[in-house]
């Protein structure tokens, strides 16, 4: 419905908007998804531990740090995109039970036709809005939630409430983990917001992304580190001060700052994300 190729670039119509699928120049295999121009993910076909997005590499070590190398995980993926994170953790953990919600149904068969992830019976991928996934699941049944869920590249409203952020603690195991991609902008309401209602039902949380971001000097990515126990700080630390661009973490007294008194989001009064600025996504890939 709605297909054209343009060379190898593929474009099509999914449920939630325009999907573009567009191969690196520069880089055989590697191909970017966007969404109404908006760069969602991006996938290394013969490489799935390259991770070109600055904010999945944030997300992916987190994932390496929270448990032991090598030791297979149950994660649960709130939003698919083109499965880049999922194939990391098969690539990383070998024998992870993983779970994806995707809304878009459109859009997982355009993905699973063009950019086919490697056949696995422990990786299961669900057409299903992700509070649905959450409140159809067994209390304590994974050690990860990655939430990174978009549209219109905003994250809806019903996935930033405390509601929503005790049900994905009721389905975390007492060590678990939540992952969260919080896209924001100056000046953080959103991003603070977030953490001080997340904190409410995970106490135990640091924030790492870009300084620049951090200060509310710029539109961009922070990723939200959030449980029950001490998050490993040190090596997420390492790991964002040695990126392509490097970052920093926030934890302790200097995240009870950033909050700076910000109210819990409920579902009666809980709004999507900020939008980003007009024109961020002008410049495609």
């Known amino acids: 419905m709605g297909r054209k190729r343009a060379g190898d670039r593929v474009v099509e119509r999914v449920d939630t908007g325009l999907a573009e699928l ?14 109404d121009g908006a760069p969602q993910s991006h996938v290394d076909l013969s490489d799935p531990t390259h991770l070109e997005f600055e904010y999945v590499r944030r997300l992916a070590a987190a994932l390496d740090l929270i448990a032991p190398p090598g030791e297979p995980l149950r994660v649960l993926h709130l939003g698919g995109g083109a499965l880049t994170l999922p194939r990391y953790v098969s690539a990383t953990r070998p024998g992870s039970t993983q779970r994806v919600s995707e809304v878009d149904g459109a859009l ?3 993905v699973r036709r063009v950019l086919p992830w490697p056949a696995d019976a422990r990786l299961r991928v669900r057409v299903q809005d992700a509070r649905a996934v959450l409140t159809s699941t067994r209390d304590a049944s994974y050690d990860v939630v990655v939430a990174d869920v978009f549209a219109g590249a905003r994250t809806p409203a019903h996935l930033t409430s405390v509601e929503y952020a005790a049900e994905v603690a009721r389905v975390l195991r007492p060590a678990g983990w939540l992952l969260s991609n919080l896209a924001d902008g100056p000046p953080l309401r959103y991003a603070r917001s977030q953490v001080a209602t997340v904190r409410s039902v995970l106490p135990q949380a640091c924030l790492v992304g870009d300084a620049g971001v951090l200060r509310g000097r710029r539109y961009g990515n922070l990723v939200l580190v959030a449980g029950r126990t001490t998050p490993p700080v040190p090596g997420l630390t390492r790991r964002a001060a040695g990126d392509w ?5 926030v934890a302790d007294d200097e995240l009870d700052r950033f909050a700076g008194g910000a109210a819990v989001v409920r579902d009666v009064d809980a709004t999507g994300s900020d939008p980003p600025p007009p024109g961020l996504f002008s410049v495609r890939r």
Request: charged fraction near 20%; hydrophobic fraction near 45%; charge should be neutral.
């Open 22 to 35: 567009v191969p690196s120049a520069d880089r055989p295999g590697s191909w970017t998804l966007l969404l």
């Open 108 to 110: 997982v068969e355009l």
């Open 245 to 249: 661009f490097p970052g920093r973490v």
